[in-house]
């Protein structure tokens, strides 16, 4: 899933969420949680920015790294990665779901090479599965694995799926829900709601088609419901794609709002656009990742 020149890259990232920042690769948390004169508990390397009378000039000295103190209110960031499992991710070439994987991989090594702490969920048919936590730099190899090794569902219920984990996880500092978002508007609207109630700081990052994708659509389909099996025949003319496309862009749009409204971090996720890109794109913009 990931390759020698997309790791280099990653490298430079760091996760940021609207509570916990994720600064260089020490898990330094600024803000309102971070304190000075605490008992030491570990060390990190020295990000600008830091207090100079934090650095220990005697590790300095010793192995020509500059490294600072890290107090425990600076911790590591517990990131859980909830992944949508469902049938209905499995629509595209690669599909959504192989997007979803990826892009879930990406962050996950960002986090392991920033000595935070991952867990990778499957949300499907109203539960949750949950792999290993992984807290070191160098089980980037075990994330992959693990993140392509989580069973499968059908049905898609991200509301119950989110109050599953909420039972059964450890309470994180930032949670990545990754879907298509392809839920009735009131049941989408309670998974926002759970989400944000899932972590200190939570983003959804929703996967839709890219423009090229939409615009190509002309002709007779036979439309499949991956999750239902029902089919349905359609003639798609410019007139039907427009409605199709403007109906879509209401229901990203009501997704924005309610995850605004929960203070829920949005990213939209087209899929004709990289896994890599989007992390150095859409979601730096949106204070999901920095540089």
């Not at 605490?38 to 000039?57: A, C, I, K, N």
């Not at 879907?179 to 972590?199: F, H, N």
């Not at 003319?237 to 409605?243: E, S």
Request: aromatic share 6%.
């Amino acid at each position: 899933m990931i390759d020698g020149a997309a790791l280099r890259q990653l490298e430079t990232l760091s996760l940021a969420g609207v509570e916990a920042i994720v600064a260089g690769f020490g898990g330094q948390r600024s803000g309102a949680q971070r304190t000075r004169g605490l008992e030491f508990v570990d060390y990190r390397r020295y990000t600008p920015g830091d207090d100079l009378r934090q650095v220990d000039w005697n590790v300095y000295a010793r192995l020509r790294e500059i490294v600072v103190k890290a107090a425990p209110a600076e911790g590591h960031v517990d990131l859980a990665l909830l992944l949508d499992g469902s049938r209905s991710m499995d629509e595209g070439m690669p599909s959504r779901f192989r997007y979803a994987q990826e892009l879930g991989a990406m962050l996950g090594t960002v986090a392991l090479l920033g000595s935070d702490v991952v867990a990778v969920h499957m949300l499907a048919d109203g539960t949750s599965f949950t792999g290993a936590r992984l807290a070191a730099p160098h089980l980037v190899t075990e994330l992959i694995e693990e993140v392509g090794g989580l069973p499968r569902g059908t049905r898609t219920d991200l509301a119950a799926g989110l109050r599953d984990y909420r039972r059964a996880a450890e309470p994180a500092d930032l949670a990545v829900l990754i879907s298509d978002g392809l839920a009735e508007p009131p049941a989408l609207a309670e998974a926002v709601d759970e989400l944000a109630a899932s972590a200190r700081s939570a983003a959804f990052v929703h996967l839709v088609e890219g423009e090229a994708a939409v615009a190509a659509l002309e002709g007779a389909f036979e439309l499949e419901d991956r999750e239902t099996g029902e089919r349905l025949v359609v003639e798609v003319t410019p007139r039907v794609r427009a409605t199709y496309e403007r109906r879509v862009e209401l229901a990203a749009g009501a997704l924005k709002d309610r995850c605004e409204d929960r203070g829920v971090t949005y990213v939209r996720g087209a899929v004709d656009v990289t896994p890599l890109d989007l992390l150095f794109g859409a979601a730096r913009e949106a204070r999901l990742v920095s540089v």
